[in-house]
Each structure stands twice: as structure tokens, then as C-alpha cells.
């Protein structure tokens, strides 16, 4: 089933994906530093920090504890 066509969803996909790239810059870490960290491939984690990608709830609480935070940091 494709995503709903929502007013919102391409900036809130952005902005998610920005935040995930903050928090990891603010880890120094690479790409590929926070995909070996959670299991993701570094492509993917391209893809989500340039909001082309959404990712489940479930890979949200990855990401989450990959970057040592909660998940609703990756939200603010």
C-alpha cells in the first residue's frame, strides 16, 4: 500500500532525516559508522538522512539506540 499523499509528508520526512544526520554528526560518526551500528546498509542511511527513505517505527527505535538517544530526539 503506498503512503498517504499528506501535505506534510516530504518535510517531515526531510526534517526526520536531517535530525538522524545531526545526531550522528554530533557523534563524529560516518554513514557507515551508524548502518554497522544498527544493522542498516550505508545506502539506506543516505537515503533516510535525505528523506527519500521512511523508515518502520522499529528501525526508528534502532536508530535511536544506535545513536545512544530516545527515540523522539530523533523528532525534535
Same mark, same amino acid.
Given at each position: 500500500?503506498?503512503?498517504? =499523499?499528506?501535505?506534510?509528508?516530504?518535510? =517531515?520526512?526531510?526534517?526526520?532525516?536531517?535530525? $538522524?544526520?545531526?545526531?550522528?554528526?554530533?557523534?563524529?560518526?560516518?554513514?557507515?559508522? /551508524?548502518?554497522?551500528?544498527?544493522?542498516?546498509?550505508?545506502?539506506? $542511511?543516505?537515503?533516510?538522512? =535525505?528523506?527519500?527513505?521512511?523508515?518502520?517505527?522499529?528501525?526508528? +527505535? $534502532? /536508530?535511536?539506540?544506535?545513536?545512544?538517544?530516545?527515540?523522539?530526539?530523533? +523528532?525534535?
Amino acid at each position: 500500500m503506498p503512503a498517504p =499523499n499528506h501535505v506534510h509528508l516530504t518535510d =517531515n520526512r526531510t526534517r526526520f532525516g536531517h535530525r $538522524v544526520a545531526a545526531l550522528r554528526l554530533e557523534r563524529d560518526w560516518t554513514q557507515q559508522q /551508524l548502518a554497522e551500528a544498527g544493522g542498516f546498509d550505508r545506502k539506506t $542511511v543516505n537515503r533516510i538522512e =535525505n528523506g527519500r527513505h521512511s523508515p518502520s517505527l522499529d528501525r526508528v +527505535f $534502532v /536508530l535511536a539506540d544506535a545513536l545512544g538517544g530516545q527515540p523522539l530526539e530523533l +523528532f525534535h
